[in-house]
Every structure is written in structure tokens, then in C-alpha cells.
Nanobody
Framework: QVQLVESGGGLVQAGGPLRLSCAASGRIFSDYAMGWFRQAPGKEREFVAAMTWSSDSTRYADSVKGRFTISRDNAKNTMYLQMNSLKPEDTAVYYC?????????????????WGQGTQVTVSS
């Protein structure tokens, strides 16, 4: 069982940065993958970024490529999402998630464990 707790959300002006954190507890194995998703009001949850727990393989949604960076600190069992050049359309609840295989896939249903979410609001 894995527990995930996100933090770092808030209100930011367009063009600004924000960094989200996701602290994981429980058993994380080297062949796990972790990801960030977001859900705006009235929309489906969508993939943002993912990386494996033991390598530097990453995957990003086209909408955030070049602006967002996913990373992790294995010693702290924490993953991050650095968000730069934020746009109003990035406004959403952001969730971190973990899946028990290393394949970097995008469907939310492929992920096994979820955090409670943190709100990110980008003002224009």
C-alpha cells in the first residue's frame, strides 16, 4: 500500500512558477512509475507528466512540454512538478499518482495509488 500527499498548490499570476510536491509513504519499489495528473472543473482528469522511480525516463503531455519538469528525490520518497510559464488554462486540481509497473502510460485508470489533490489557480 502506498500513501501520497500533495502540497505546494496555490494562486499564481500567469507567467509565474509554482512547484508541487508529493510525499510518498509505504512500499515503493524500483520498478514503479509515478505521475502527475490534473482535473479542471467540468473536464476529465488528464495526464500531465510521468517518470520511472529508478531511471530518468520521463513523459510529458504536449500541453506542458518545455514548461513543466517532473523530478524525484528517492531519499525523501518525494516527487515534484516544477511548473514554469504558467497559463490560466493550467488551472486545475493536480494529483500525484503511482503505478506498480515502470511503463509510462497516460490513462488515469492505469495508476494504482492517488493523492488527495492540490488546487492550482493561475490568474490572468
Amino acid at each position: 500500500q502506498v500513501q501520497l500527499v500533495e502540497s505546494g498548490g496555490g494562486l499564481v499570476q500567469a507567467g509565474g512558477p509554482l512547484r508541487l510536491s508529493c510525499a510518498a509513504s509505504g512500499r515503493i519499489f524500483s520498478d514503479y512509475a509515478m505521475g502527475w495528473f490534473r482535473q479542471a472543473p467540468g473536464k476529465e482528469r488528464e495526464f500531465v507528466a510521468a517518470m520511472t522511480w529508478s531511471s530518468d525516463s520521463t513523459r510529458y503531455a504536449d500541453s506542458v512540454k518545455g514548461r513543466f519538469t517532473i523530478s524525484r528525490d528517492n531519499a525523501k520518497n518525494t516527487m515534484y512538478l516544477q511548473m514554469n510559464s504558467l497559463k490560466p488554462e493550467d488551472t486545475a486540481v493536480y494529483y500525484c499518482a503511482v503505478k506498480n509497473t515502470a511503463l509510462l502510460v497516460t490513462p488515469p485508470r492505469a495508476y494504482d495509488y492517488w493523492g488527495q489533490g492540490t488546487q492550482v489557480t493561475v490568474s490572468s
